[in-house]
Structures are given as structure tokens and as C-alpha cells.
């Protein structure tokens, strides 16, 4: 996931996000991913549609992202951490989409 001179491969882990599944899916669906279970679940409980729109704002991002350089990135290789970082970024950024409609 990253170039010969250590820079992130964004295709890479673009489609890693995109084909990493959950455990669990609506009964009913085979293999989803973790964005079209959020997208499910948002369809069928509005309650849970606005605790997981509370969740993914950016401010809950970046205190996430906060914490993890304080508390756990120390544990981790540069680049660990900077992929780790970039794919929740990315995360995040996906799930506040599935709300704006896109």
C-alpha cells in the first residue's frame, strides 16, 4: 500500500475500504460492505440514523484522529500510522456521503 519511497498507494487502500465486510449483514444480504450496512441500517431506524450522523461529524474525527496520535500511533510505525489515519480518514469521509447523498 505504499510506493517504493514510502507514499500511500490511495487506489489500494481505496479498494481495500471499499471490499472490507463485516461480520454481521441484513438477513437477507449475502457479502455487503461496512458502508452499504450503515446505509442499511440508517434506511430501517431513523434513531440510529442520527446517533451514526452525531458519530461521523468532522469534529468527532479529528478528536479520534487526536487521540490516536497520543495513545496509540506511538506504538506504531510511521507508516502504520499514517495509513491508519488515512483510511479512517477516508472512512469518515464515505460514511458523512451515505448522508449528503453520495
Not at 510506493?3 to 490511495?10: A, D, N, R, Y
Not at 461496512?34 to 452525531?54: C, G, P, Q, T, V
Amino acid at each position: 500500500m505504499f510506493t517504493s519511497k514510502g507514499k500511500i498507494i490511495e487506489l489500494d487502500v481505496e479498494r481495500y475500504i471499499k471490499k472490507s465486510q463485516p461480520r454481521l449483514c441484513p438477513s437477507g444480504s449475502s457479502k455487503v460492505n461496512h458502508f452499504e450496512l450503515i446505509s442499511h441500517i440508517i434506511a430501517k431506524n431513523k434513531d440510529y440514523s442520527s446517533r451514526i450522523k452525531m458519530l461521523c461529524t468532522v469534529e468527532k474525527e479529528n478528536d479520534i484522529i487526536k487521540m490516536l496520535k497520543k495513545e496509540v500511533f506511538i506504538y506504531f510505525s510511521e507508516k502504520r500510522a499514517a495509513l491508519v489515519e488515512y483510511t479512517l480518514k477516508k472512512r469518515f469521509h464515505i460514511i458523512r456521503g451515505i448522508f449528503d447523498g453520495k
